[in-house]
């Protein structure tokens, strides 16, 4: 028996309106922030004498942006790919680990401690062996880097949501013969979605932290991290500041690109999340 068609119930008059201002009275308050910091600064740097490799003003900073705008926008492209890499690397070996890991319980209880000890290591200490194993020159030691640093949150947090479903749910499943594939594809993978992308979003910063630290250790100059180090070493602090604001701007914009994709991904999911009753 097919079942009926349901309504799309469009949005009131002037509904669009009100979403759209609810969305900019939401950004409001950031903003604010960020102006006062920048007048605190600004301020702060011409009343006390702050020297220029202590603290540059804001001002300085957007002079070097804007004259070495085509520069820095190539470095953080050629960073930003060494991220996404790592990124994309990290997070599919997390998420594939984690879906044996919670096919399989015991493997879990016995890969678990190596997976914490392995995100203890300090990645400072890492990223030098890395360009050992690689060209330090290629992108490959950088992407390693990233990858290690956005395995450990991803493989936790999509266990804990692939192990989180409710029991009656499986119960469920059980009564309809259902296979372990199925139950992962209907119930599992759709549980765990909301942990995967809160971990995504944590790797996506994480990624641009760990592609710019490999590059301080031996990196391509057409890179951010190695002209940042050769920039604060030539007391070229203002374009310094400017690499490091590129890097805000990319980590940023990839957050919210993983934000994004979270809304697109998960509009099913009801308001407050699953909750266990």
Same mark, same amino acid.
């Given at each position: 028996? *097919?079942? %009926?068609?349901?309504?799309?119930?469009?949005? /009131?008059?002037?509904?669009?309106?009100?979403?759209?201002? +609810?969305?900019? +009275?939401?950004?409001?308050?950031?903003?604010?922030?960020?102006?006062?910091?920048?007048?605190?600064?600004?301020?702060?740097?011409?009343?006390?004498?702050?020297?220029?490799?202590?603290?540059?003003?804001?001002?300085?900073?957007? #002079?070097?942006? #804007?004259?070495?705008?085509?520069?820095?926008?190539? !470095?953080?492209?050629?960073?930003?790919? !060494?991220?996404?890499?790592?990124?994309?690397?990290?997070?599919? %070996?997390?998420?594939?680990?984690?879906?044996?890991?919670?096919?399989?319980?015991?493997?879990?209880?016995?890969?678990?401690?190596?997976?914490?000890? =392995?995100?203890?290591?300090?990645?400072?200490?890492?990223?030098?062996?890395?360009?050992?194993?690689?060209?330090?020159?290629?992108?490959?030691?950088?992407?390693?880097?990233?990858?290690?640093?956005?395995?450990? /949150?991803?493989?936790?947090?999509?266990?804990?949501?692939? #192990? *989180?479903?409710?029991?009656?749910?499986?119960?469920?499943?059980?009564?309809?013969?259902?296979?372990?594939?199925?139950?992962?594809?209907?119930?599992?993978?759709?549980? *765990?979605?909301?942990?995967?992308?809160?971990?995504?979003?944590? =790797?996506?910063?994480?990624?641009?932290?760990?592609?710019?630290?490999? &590059?301080?250790?031996?990196?391509?100059?057409? *890179?951010?991290?190695?002209?940042?180090?050769?920039?604060?070493?030539?007391?070229?602090?203002?374009? %310094?500041?400017?690499?490091?604001?590129?890097?805000?701007?990319?980590?940023?914009?990839?957050?919210?690109?993983?934000?994004?994709? &979270?809304?697109?991904? #998960?509009?099913?999911? /009801?308001?407050?999340?699953?909750?266990?009753?």
């Amino acid at each position: 028996m *097919s079942s %009926a068609p349901v309504a799309v119930q469009p949005l /009131p008059q002037g509904g669009v309106a009100r979403m759209v201002g +609810r969305r900019a +009275r939401d950004w409001i308050p950031a903003i604010l922030v960020l102006v006062l910091t920048l007048g605190v600064w600004q301020g702060g740097v011409k009343a006390f004498h702050v020297k220029r490799f202590l603290l540059p003003a804001p001002s300085a900073i957007w #002079t070097a942006f #804007t004259n070495n705008q085509h520069a820095l926008w190539r !470095e953080g492209w050629f960073t930003f790919q !060494e991220a996404l890499g790592g990124f994309a690397i990290g997070c599919g %070996a997390a998420v594939l680990l984690a879906m044996v890991v919670a096919r399989w319980r015991p493997l879990g209880n016995a890969l678990m401690p190596y997976a914490i000890a =392995a995100n203890a290591v300090p990645i400072i200490a890492f990223a030098p062996i890395t360009n050992a194993w690689f060209n330090p020159l290629t992108k490959s030691s950088k992407m390693a880097v990233a990858a290690v640093l956005c395995f450990f /949150p991803v493989f936790v947090n999509v266990v804990r949501g692939l #192990t *989180s479903v409710k029991p009656q749910q499986l119960e469920l499943m059980r009564s309809y013969a259902v296979g372990q594939l199925a139950v992962f594809r209907l119930v599992r993978i759709p549980t *765990s979605l909301p942990f995967l992308f809160t971990s995504l979003k944590v =790797a996506s910063v994480l990624a641009m932290i760990g592609a710019i630290i490999g &590059e301080y250790f031996g990196g391509s100059l057409d *890179s951010l991290g190695a002209n940042i180090k050769q920039d604060a070493a030539l007391f070229q602090f203002e374009k %310094a500041w400017a690499e490091i604001l590129v890097a805000c701007i990319l980590g940023i914009g990839f957050y919210l690109a993983v934000a994004l994709a &979270e809304r697109l991904a #998960t509009r099913w999911q /009801p308001p407050g999340g699953f909750q266990s009753e």
